[in-house]
């Protein structure tokens, strides 16, 4: 088997790559369709937009450090399990109040802090499982592969619902039907996850409940100035660079005076460089700080050129380079903390890096989003570029001064 797929020979991994490519796409199936309805419900306020992707995200910033504690104590096939039905529940809530004409924007904000609050619980289990599955020398192709997943469902999903959207009339009846389809997907990982042989898995003992877990794992992190510097540089991406979906909803309606089929389109090829660049990261057997620093300082630098772009045409062109950057940045910095990190302390940190990388999202998105409404959707491509440009060059400095600095040396009393 060629060395880029050598994780897919796991049994137990085929399966759960197969739920995971059927969720993700529903996922981002969900993400374009709640977006439009938003803008079909506020008459295209990106501040609007902003409220909404901040309250999705905004449970990974309150409840992250619980939740890879509960990672730690919890069998994770079993918790995957519960949070993807917790994640299908408001779907399909949403999805029937758009359906039935019933839906109000406040509707759209409570649903998504709902669906982000089961997500929450659901990404440090499902970030620190992939090494339960196929152990310490494919994990990092294990994550490249994942991630090529998460967009070969990004190539697919945006596309097929702009045009079911636009099937359906391109008003929100219509991305009610797509968010219900969402919510039927999550049945996909939950029959993969139930179909697993426990036997090989490589799990772990649960953590046992004892004070101060959770600052246990902080500290374990303070003490790591290399996580630290990873988690600075994917914070401040996550906050400031990584809003694609609503800058590209800005940029597509008000910009380029496009429709949801365009809109849907833009997704798509920002993944198509998404996934060349998992392809590529699944290759790669070693991952150093250079690689995730290179990364995130080229994608702020692109997001800045993205900002400028005269049409749609050249702004399609450049959107598969976003991809490409932002998912090598993405999936070096995921592998370089789990292959860095104890064992019994993987759920608790992947927690503290999800909390991090997402929970950003609340503070940026609103910001960005008024930027956009403000100054004009230029201007969240610009802007976010160059915070995230200045943010990685801080964290970078901070790094590299921790290192300079002179250690004590403690002698024997």
Same mark, same amino acid.
Do not use: C
């Given at each position: ?315 399609? $062109?450049?959107?598969? /380079? @976003? !991809?490409?950057? =932002? &998912? #090598? +940045?993405?999936?070096? %910095? ?42 004009? $959707?230029?201007?969240? /491509? @610009? !802007?976010?570029? =160059? &915070? #995230? +440009?200045?943010?990685? %060059? ?20």
């Amino acid at each position: 088997m060629s060395p880029t797929f050598r994780s897919l020979a796991n049994a137990n991994y085929r399966r759960y790559a197969a739920g995971g490519v059927v969720s993700n796409t529903g996922t981002w199936m969900q993400r374009v369709a709640q977006d439009w309805l938003v803008l079909q419900l506020t008459a295209n306020s990106g501040t609007a937009i902003g409220i909404t992707t901040g309250l999705q995200f905004l449970p990974f910033l309150l409840f992250a450090p619980f939740a890879g504690l509960v990672a730690d104590r919890m069998p994770k096939r079993r918790l995957l399990q519960l949070t993807n039905v917790g994640m299908a529940v408001p779907a399909a809530l949403l999805g029937v109040l758009t359906v039935t004409g019933a839906v109000q924007v406040w509707h759209v904000y409570v649903l998504a802090f709902v669906l982000g609050t089961a997500a929450a619980f659901d990404a440090p289990a499902r970030q620190s499982f992939v090494s339960e599955i196929v152990g310490p020398d494919d994990v990092s192709n294990a994550v490249g592969l994942n991630s090529a997943s998460f967009n070969a469902a990004r190539i697919v999903g945006p596309a097929l619902a702009g045009l079911l959207i636009a099937a359906f009339g391109g008003g929100a009846v219509g991305t009610g039907w797509v968010i219900l389809l969402n919510a039927v997907s999550y049945a996909a990982p939950v029959a993969a996850l139930r179909g697993m042989d426990p036997s090989r898995l490589d799990s772990p003992e649960p953590t046992p409940r004892s004070p101060g877990a959770i600052r246990e794992g902080i500290a374990y992190v303070r003490g790591r100035p290399d996580l630290l510097l990873i988690l600075g540089i994917v914070g401040f991406t996550g906050t400031f660079g990584l809003n694609f979906q609503m800058t590209s909803a800005l940029m597509a309606t008000e910009v380029f005076d496009r429709g949801p089929t365009a809109y849907g389109l833009l997704g798509t090829f920002m993944a198509v460089g998404s996934l060349t660049g998992a392809l590529v990261a699944a290759r790669r057997e070693r991952v150093r700080h250079r690689l995730v620093v290179g990364a995130a300082l080229t994608f702020g630098a692109i997001e800045m050129v993205a900002g400028l772009a005269p049409s749609y045409a050249v702004y399609a $062109a450049i959107v598969p /380079l @976003l !991809g490409l950057t =932002a &998912l #090598t +940045m993405i999936t070096s %910095a995921n592998a370089f903390m789990q292959l860095h990190t104890a064992p019994g302390m993987r759920g608790r940190v992947m927690a503290l890096y999800m909390m991090i990388f997402m929970g950003g999202t609340p503070v940026g998105s609103p910001v960005i989003g008024w930027v956009g409404e403000t100054f004009g $959707a230029r201007w969240t /491509l @610009l !802007g976010g570029g =160059a &915070l #995230t +440009m200045l943010g990685v %060059a801080a964290s970078v400095a901070l790094y590299l001064a921790h290192q300079r600095a002179p250690r004590r040396v403690l002698t024997p009393a």
